[in-house]
């Protein structure tokens, strides 16, 4: 079945720093979304993306989907620690279009 | 708009015993989904309704779990009997009848001794 690799699964940064989680699928998606998982809350829908080599930006956050539609990425620029927590990304999951298969996760620490 | 609401937040139970879940979605969305999340894994789809119809009931783990929406509101999740591999965080989302975002409730912590 389809996969969803995500990664780095931790990453520790310092106030400041930049940030970037990776995701690739076994097959291709017609479209890739991204969430944030507060620490003890709920997945929060970012973005979706939908086109082929399609950029879309969120004030220091830059979302990426591959020319192949198979990968995709998020870069936070000069991380804040309100940016703490899990970035999901997800994708269709098969024929059902309302189905999301999620990666991994990639929690984000930020050290003031 | 009122979001996404789950009931209990959290239950612990022993092995054997019945625990249903249940999820209000946001008025008017049709789309209601079931996911869970193991500690440290992703968050795994369980099912999807679409109103009161089962659209997508592939991942289920077994027959010990029952999901119902009757009247195409609300939905519950019945896990009958609960074993301990079931313990987890419980997410409903819900959505627009063509909208991709999902709206996620707070979730149900389900604890099984």
């Known amino acids: 079945g389809q996969q969803v690799m995500q990664i780095p699964q931790y990453q520790h940064v310092q106030e400041g720093e930049d940030f970037t989680t990776y995701c690739n699928s076994s097959?291709?998606?017609?479209?890739i979304q991204w969430y944030k998982q507060r620490p003890g809350g709920h997945p929060v829908f970012l973005i979706q993306?939908?086109?082929?080599?399609e950029v879309k930006k969120q004030k220091r956050l830059t979302f990426q989907f591959g020319e192949a539609k198979k990968n995709s990425s998020l870069h936070i620029t000069a991380t804040q620690t309100t940016d703490v927590g899990t970035y999901f990304c997800?994708?269709?999951?098969?024929?059902?279009?309302?189905?999301?298969?999620f990666g991994q996760g990639t929690i984000l620490t930020v050290h003031p | 708009e009122a979001g996404v609401t789950q009931f209990p937040s959290h239950s612990v139970i022993e092995k054997g015993q019945t625990v249903t879940l249940r999820c209000d979605p946001i008025?008017?969305?049709?789309?209601l989904y079931w996911y869970r999340r193991v500690m440290g894994k992703e968050i795994k789809f369980l099912l999807h309704?679409?109103?009161?119809?089962?659209?997508?009931e592939s991942g289920m783990p077994n027959n010990r779990f029952l999901a119902e929406r009757t009247g195409g509101t609300y939905s519950t999740l019945k896990v009958q009997p609960a074993e301990l591999e079931d313990s987890g965080v419980y997410f409903c989302?819900?959505?627009?009848?063509?909208?991709?975002?999902?709206?996620f409730g707070p979730g149900t912590r389900l604890t099984v001794l």
């Open positions: 309704f679409v109103k009161e119809s089962k659209q997508d």
């Open positions: 008025s008017g969305h049709d789309n």
């Open positions: 993306l939908v086109k082929s080599g």
């Open positions: 097959t291709t998606l017609s479209n």
């Open positions: 997800a994708g269709p999951g098969g024929t059902s279009y309302g189905k999301l298969t």
């Open positions: 989302a819900s959505s627009r009848p063509l909208g991709p975002t999902q709206y």
